[in-house]
């Protein structure tokens, strides 16, 4: 026969484990997920444009801000295309860290630091604005209406930042 002490003992061990269990479940979702999906994706928004045509290359200027996504992570786009009608180019994470020459944070959020890397291409901190100065070396655009789009990852291409520049 068990005990007195044992049977209290198991059941009290069952309703400490069942505890920690289910206070992690409802905290972290740590047992089987979490109960509600609550997490927001990054969305860029480009808020200025302008381009023109250096001796040097192409020189891109952007405002580029986080308007929507999680708090604990900066959103990123390692990818840019620039295009038109009949032609495109795109511009990966180190290649954007290279033409990168200048980062202008907005007065407003100065503390927040938007930045560039060769792994994650633009990096923008939520609800912050940087100007991001360009020079695409060796590359004249004609005159025309050109486009810009940054691809930011695991987001739907409906919301992916774009803007429109025209090199007069």
Avoid at 106 to 114: E, L, R, T, V
Avoid at 121 to 127: K, W, Y
Avoid at 135 to 149: D, Q, T
Wanted: with cysteine.
């Amino acid at each position: 026969m068990v005990n007195k002490v044992t049977i209290v003992g198991l059941i009290f061990a069952i309703f400490t484990i069942g505890w920690i269990l289910g206070t992690g479940q409802w905290a972290y979702g740590n047992v089987v997920g979490p109960l509600f999906n609550n997490s927001k994706l990054p969305k860029l928004n480009i808020t200025y444009i302008e381009a023109y045509n250096t001796p040097k290359g192409v020189c891109l200027i952007m405002n580029i801000t986080d308007i929507d996504g999680p708090d604990a992570y900066p959103a990123s786009a390692p990818l840019m295309e620039i295009y038109n009608s009949t032609w495109h180019m795109f511009l990966n994470s180190s290649e954007i860290s290279n033409d990168t020459v200048k980062i202008i944070q907005a007065p407003w959020n100065a503390n927040k630091k938007d930045s560039v890397n060769w792994y994650s291409g633009f990096i923008v901190v939520l609800g912050s604005e940087g100007q991001f100065h360009l020079i695409i070396k060796g590359l004249h655009l004609s005159p025309g209406k050109y486009y810009v789009k940054l691809f930011t990852p695991a987001i739907s291409g409906s919301r992916q930042a774009t803007a429109t520049f025209v090199i007069s």
